[in-house]
């Protein structure tokens, strides 16, 4: 049987630290005793509709859900360290949130972090909208559907990460990633996805200067492309482009196809370009 913990305050050090087999309910986490790590080393344990301030709240809990609650700024770095957890119709408020976990499913959430979502290893997102400076950085086997990110340097240096429905308002995202997959996206942003190897974009409306530069392996598959200038610098790429690009400069290889385009540029190279840039017949 379950242990219940409902309707009551805890500001103490560690106050419900080595919880197991129990449900938390409406309970709040503050006060003046300004404790760190309530519920560190917790399992197999469920909270609902609660409302942390205070730092640390989870930290190496393993097998939980949280719903319905909301983690305030004061509760610096929460979630770090744990494993096979839900977060649910959730609001985040606080930085560096969700470190170093594995297997976390992310589902409805509201949530404003800077440094959020680092070094994690099986992720998954959904109908969730994020607003955070420095996003998945360093995580891998991610999974994402229906996000609504705003941010700057996004998934970086991630590997095997696949995002569907979604719209990504970021700039520098993909830097150095590995094995991604965009489908059915908007992905809105400067210096898009340099230095990445096997990148697919699928059905993606991409916006922004200078994208998909010094790529290995890039595919492009009935996308569009706004105000998207110097394009390709130095990429091995596949292309099929729906309508125009406004510029396309040194292509290290492969073939991109296109309606129009504004401005081809093969100059300055410093290594051997050989890409291919045709319209599209009609």
Same mark, same amino acid.
């Given at each position: 049987?379950?242990?219940?913990?409902?309707?009551?305050?805890?500001?103490?050090?560690?106050?419900?630290?080595?919880?197991?087999?129990?449900?938390?309910?409406?309970?709040?986490?503050?006060?003046?005793?300004?404790?760190?790590?309530?519920?560190?080393?917790?399992?197999?344990?469920?909270?609902?509709?609660?409302?942390?301030?205070?730092?640390?709240?989870?930290? /190496?809990?393993?097998?939980?859900?949280?719903?319905?609650?909301?983690?305030?700024?004061?509760?610096?770095?929460?979630?770090?360290?744990?494993?096979?957890?839900?977060?649910?119709?959730?609001?985040?408020?606080?930085?560096?949130?969700?470190?170093?976990?594995?297997?976390?499913?992310?589902?409805?959430?509201?949530?404003?972090?800077?440094?959020?979502?680092?070094?994690?290893?099986?992720?998954? *997102?959904?109908?969730?909208?994020?607003?955070?400076?420095?996003?998945?950085?360093?995580?891998?086997?991610?999974?994402?559907?229906?996000? /609504?990110?705003?941010?700057?340097?996004?998934?970086?240096?991630?590997?095997?990460?696949?995002?569907?429905?979604? *719209?990504?308002?970021?700039?520098?995202?993909?830097? /150095?990633?590995?094995?991604?997959?965009?489908?059915?996206?908007? *992905?809105?942003?400067?210096?898009?996805?340099?230095?990445?190897?096997?990148?697919?974009?699928?059905?993606?409306?991409?916006?922004?200067?200078?994208?998909?530069?010094?790529?290995?392996?890039?595919?492009?598959?009935?996308?569009?492309?706004?105000?998207?200038?110097?394009?390709?610098?130095?990429?091995?790429?596949?292309?099929?482009?729906?309508? /125009?690009?406004?510029?396309v400069k040194n292509p290290r290889s492969g073939t991109i196809v296109c309606?129009?385009?504004?401005?081809?540029?093969?100059?300055?190279?410093?290594?051997?370009?050989?890409?291919?840039?045709?319209?599209?017949?009609?």
């Open positions: 049987m379950k242990t219940r913990i409902e309707h009551q305050q805890f500001d103490e050090e560690r106050a419900l630290y080595n919880l197991q087999q129990a449900e938390v309910a409406h309970c709040r986490f503050a006060g003046e005793a300004d404790g760190e790590s309530v519920l560190k080393e917790a399992r197999d344990i469920s909270v609902s509709d609660c409302a942390f301030s205070l730092r640390y709240p989870l930290w /190496h809990v393993q097998r939980f859900v949280l719903s319905d609650s909301v983690l305030e700024e004061p509760s610096r770095a929460p979630l770090w360290y744990c494993g096979e957890g839900v977060l649910e119709n959730t609001k985040i408020r606080s930085v560096k949130a969700v470190r170093e976990c594995q297997n976390l499913r992310i589902t409805g959430c509201d949530i404003i972090s800077p440094e959020f979502g680092w070094k994690n290893d099986g992720l998954e *997102v959904e109908n969730s909208e994020i607003t955070s400076e420095y996003v998945f950085f360093d995580s891998n086997n991610v999974k994402i559907k229906g996000l /609504h990110l705003s941010g700057k340097y996004s998934f970086q240096y991630m590997e095997n990460l696949t995002i569907e429905d979604s *719209v990504l308002d970021t700039k520098d995202a993909f830097w /150095h990633s590995k094995n991604v997959t965009v489908k059915n996206s908007v *992905v809105k942003g400067e210096y898009l996805a340099w230095f990445s190897e096997n990148v697919t974009l699928q059905n993606c409306r991409i916006i922004g200067t200078q994208p998909l530069c010094y790529c290995k392996n890039l595919k492009l598959i009935d996308c569009t492309m706004e105000e998207c200038d110097l394009s390709f610098e130095y990429s091995d790429v596949e292309a099929t482009v729906i309508g /125009h690009i406004d510029s309606d129009s385009v504004g401005e081809i540029i093969r100059e300055d190279a410093v290594m051997e370009c050989s890409g291919s840039v045709s319209l599209r017949k009609s």
